[in-house]
């Protein structure tokens, strides 16, 4: 059986780090054409993708966010970290991982059930 | 960013109804779209992968079509399980954007 949790805090101040924990069973991330992604949904809002790291360890950054992120696995502990700096009202959201498959393409097959994220001082 | 634009918002159909949802990728992005189902308090699941693939496990009912800038979604034949809030993502080009979403409730 394949699962992914999110963890990390509820409750952010603004100019404050997040740093958020996915960790995942039943699959390997030291494999090629795999990977886990990190996906938000503000409240009200459309799914918005933040960041990415493969099985080889490439990683992939939304542009508009580079700057803040910064995503790393623990293939030992089956973990991936996805850190967000300089949080802001506006990065309140629900924050899910997702394992990534490379098949025709790539998609996220298996889901977290996300953890809410609010940003508040 | 290539923009996702799908339709209708929400609806409301009766089980045994066929459904359809579009989806319009603002370039083209050849069949590298896929399709889930996100229900509340729920992981969200995928659906459909490659535009017309249907996940191992989704009941033969969903099917996906199209290819370039125009997708479709549909149900053939509703059933209760199906309400939740349908996305479509692209995965052609970095980064990977979804639709709005398409909220389907059962009369």
């Known amino acids: 059986q394949i699962t992914l949790k999110e963890s990390g805090p509820t409750l952010v101040k603004p100019t404050q780090t997040l740093t958020l924990t996915c960790t995942f069973s039943?699959?390997?991330?030291?494999?090629?054409?795999?990977?886990v992604g990190w996906i938000r949904q503000p409240p009200g809002k459309a799914l918005e993708w933040l960041a990415l790291v493969y099985g080889n360890d490439d990683k992939r950054y939304r542009p508009s966010l580079k700057t803040r992120l910064t995503i790393s696995k623990d293939t030992s502990r089956n973990q991936v970290v996805l850190i967000m700096t300089n949080m802001d009202p506006a990065d309140t959201a629900t924050y899910y991982c997702?394992?990534?498959?490379?098949?025709?393409?790539?998609?996220?097959?298996?889901w977290g059930q996300g953890t809410r994220v609010t940003v508040s001082s | 960013d290539i923009e996702m634009t799908q339709s209708p918002a929400s609806l409301s159909a009766s089980v045994g109804d066929r459904v359809t949802i579009t989806c319009r990728a603002s370039q083209s992005i050849s069949s590298y779209l896929n399709w889930y189902r996100h229900k509340p308090g729920r992981a969200p699941e995928v659906l459909i992968y490659?535009?017309?693939s249907l996940q191992r496990g989704v009941p033969s009912r969903f099917s996906g079509s199209g290819s370039g800038t125009d997708f479709i979604l549909t149900i053939s034949s509703l059933q209760p399980d199906d309400f939740g809030t349908y996305y479509c993502?692209?995965?052609?080009?970095?980064?990977?954007?979804f639709g709005q979403g398409t909220k389907v409730e059962i009369k």
């Open positions: 997702a394992h990534l498959k490379l098949v025709l393409g790539e998609v996220f097959d298996y």
């Open positions: 490659a535009a017309s």
């Open positions: 039943g699959l390997s991330l030291s494999t090629n054409g795999v990977g």
């Open positions: 993502q692209q995965s052609y080009s970095i980064p990977p954007t």
